[in-house]
């Protein structure tokens, strides 16, 4: 059965999480050779906005160029994105408690305002903004770090997690439950709590652990 087309034909943003979705319940597997004229066509997309799509999946290892081939997929299995995702949590949250006085107060309060800004309008740009909150916030966390060398590593996989996050935003229902997670961490940190703000990271990372991980170990959707 071809996949339901999609009907926003100019977000590119649709496109890629409708693609991460299909990865992860494995209706391309492994090693499958994603032709973008039989991808336009299931879709119902044209070739512009796939292909962007398609560059921020290469460029996060989700798919794989391969010389003279194309484009394959590299789909990594529950366990994997499990320990993806827990690696950054230690990470990120090592490097909030430690840089957490180096972190840009104004920057924080200016994207405070926006986010809240953004959930009075209610409109349809709302799962995006949340995911701009999102990863200005954790960029943010990155650049209060000094050590160049964690810097890179957090960097490094907060990249890799990105189709996991921009996924958990587009098909969440429970919106409310993303708003808040974030505004407790923004609050906190504006607040000068950093152990609250290192509990409501941690408690961030584990609502994303959850959602990809059912308790056969399967992942959730």
């Known amino acids: 059965m071809s996949p339901s087309k999609i009907r926003h034909l100019s977000l590119s943003e649709e496109i890629y999480s409708r693609l991460m979705r299909l990865i992860l319940d494995n ?7 994603m032709r973008e004229e039989k991808l336009c066509a299931e879709l119902g997309v044209s070739r512009t906005p796939l292909r962007e799509a398609m560059i921020r999946l290469d460029r996060e290892g989700i798919l794989e160029r391969v ?26 949250c090592l490097t909030l408690r430690e840089y957490f006085n180096n972190i840009d107060l104004e920057a924080v309060k200016s994207l405070q305002l926006r986010f809240e800004e953004a959930i009075k309008s209610g409109d ?13 916030l954790h960029g943010l966390i990155v650049s209060a770090c000094s050590n160049r060398f964690l810097a890179k590593q957090l960097k490094d996989i907060q990249m890799r997690c990105r189709p996991y996050r921009v996924l ?18 923004l609050d906190s940190v ?23 991980k059912a308790d056969d170990g399967s992942l959730s959707s």
């Open 27 to 33: 209706k391309y597997p492994d090693g499958y050779r």
């Open 67 to 92: 010389p003279r081939y194309g484009c394959i997929i590299r789909r990594l299995p529950p366990s994997e994105i499990a320990e993806l995702l827990e690696c950054r949590k230690m990470l990120e």
């Open 124 to 136: 349809d740009e709302l799962r995006i903004e949340i995911l701009n909150t999102d990863e200005a």
């Open 168 to 185: 958990r935003c587009a098909e969440a229902g429970d919106i409310p439950s993303i708003i808040s997670e974030r505004r407790n961490i």
């Open 190 to 212: 504006l607040a000068a709590k950093k152990e609250d703000a290192v509990k409501c990271m941690e408690a961030h990372f584990d609502a994303s652990l959850s959602y990809y």
